[in-house]
């Protein structure tokens, strides 16, 4: 079961003595100077970081803004990042499909990824002349980590005829031996189409077994999935859905696709990242639970100040690798570099390219809840 709590702030970083020590170690100062460049950015924060904390914050945030400029640098930050780096430090924001298309476009000779390192591979992949950085290499992805290159391959002699569809969050190896790249945002109009393409009443969906349910749920397409699970969303139950309705009447509860399917079967309305931002934007419920990672809804939450945000503090171990600090030093000592084989890169960029190629929707796909979830079948590594 997830770990729920009350209203009010989340998990809240950094914490003044970690910060303190963090710029007092690298000689910063809250001097004139960075008082004056960083003043504009405290209301950003105010919420999480309380005024005593950010003289000890607003030195490291001034130097990585100043040093990013110095090496036309740009930081990607994912939505599941801490808001100190989401708000003050990030150039662009998002989930990993828009952030993959920020690394594509973007005019800069570094990019650092604050996300984890699948991410930071996807802007490689996508920006190969432009040096890629990621501040800590334990940045790591449960999905990413249950399925490699050679699991693809053998699922491709095992079932030759049916497309191999894999979620974004996956290593560039995998992503090189698979058809179709999907994100969550995506993945019902990715199935639907290589479905149609391939002639087929089957598809090969790897590696978020809960994804793919949801999916087959949503399309009636026949999907054959992987048994790997994201470790953040897996912990989400019924129980919990029904233990926050009972705590707070009246509350939407919203949840990630990689939440299980009995998760999305009680919840109110389930979407990808950009999904639920978007909901909560433009529906401006009084009360409000996402289902997710737990700085989502610290970076929710600023932007709808009407909206009382009800938290359970799932935190990603792999995306909280990246802090302040640490990307300050990634800046300064231009490590750790993300490199990819060539060959590799270029088979992988075929499967992100296949899905950048259908056409582009509007608004991010929401998945239907109240749906009975559905057995699919699981492929066994024996
Ligand atoms: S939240 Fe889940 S899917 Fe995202 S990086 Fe963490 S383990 Fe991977």
């Not at 303190?20 to 105010?46: I, M």
């Not at 259908?358 to 699981?378: C, D, Q, W, Y």
Request: aromatic share 6%; with cysteine; hydrophobic share 45%.
């Amino acid at each position: 079961m997830a770990r729920l709590i009350d209203a009010g702030p989340g998990c809240p970083t950094p914490t003044p003595l970690r910060a303190k020590s963090a710029a007092e170690a690298r000689g910063l100062e809250y001097d004139d100077a960075v008082k004056a460049a960083t003043d504009v950015l405290y209301p950003l924060v105010s919420y999480f970081i309380t005024p005593m904390e950010w003289p000890a914050v607003a030195p490291l945030v001034a130097e990585i803004n100043k040093i990013k400029k110095a090496k036309n640098a740009v930081i990607l930050a994912h939505n599941y990042m801490t808001p100190d780096i989401f708000r003050l430090v990030g150039d662009f924001r998002g989930d990993s499909l828009q952030l993959a298309r920020e690394a594509a476009e973007v005019d800069a000779d570094i990019i650092i990824q604050a996300g984890v390192h699948f991410m930071a591979e996807t802007s490689k992949i996508l920006a190969p002349s432009k040096t890629v950085l990621i501040s800590s290499m334990e940045a790591g992805c449960s999905l990413a980590s249950s399925i490699t290159g050679e699991d693809v391959r053998l699922i491709k002699e095992r079932y030759p005829d049916y497309p191999v569809v894999t979620y974004v969050n996956t290593t560039a190896d995998v992503k090189a031996e698979c058809h179709i790249t999907c994100t969550s945002s995506n993945a019902a109009q990715v199935v639907e189409a290589v479905a149609v393409e391939w002639n087929t009443d089957t598809v090969i969906l790897v590696p978020d077994q809960y994804l793919a349910k949801n999916v087959a749920a949503q399309t009636g397409i026949r999907i054959i999935t992987w048994p790997g699970a994201c470790e953040v969303h897996e912990l989400f139950s019924k129980d919990d859905v029904q233990a926050l309705r009972e705590a707070h009447p009246g509350v939407m509860i919203l949840a990630h696709p990689e939440c299980p399917p009995d998760v999305l079967e009680a919840a109110d309305f389930a979407g990808s990242t950009a999904a639920l931002a978007n909901y909560v934007r433009d529906e401006q419920p009084a009360k409000v639970v996402l289902l997710t990672e737990c700085s989502m809804s610290d970076n929710v939450a600023t932007d709808n100040p009407g909206v009382d945000f009800v938290r359970p503090c799932n935190l990603c171990p792999h995306m909280k690798q990246i802090t302040l600090e640490n990307i300050l030093d990634c800046l300064i000592n231009m490590e750790y570099e993300v490199t990819i084989d060539e060959d590799v890169r270029v088979r992988a960029k075929a499967a992100i390219d296949a899905m950048l190629d259908l056409p582009k929707m509007e608004t991010p796909l929401s998945f239907n809840v109240g749906v009975k979830p559905m057995e699919i079948e699981v492929i066994s590594r024996h």
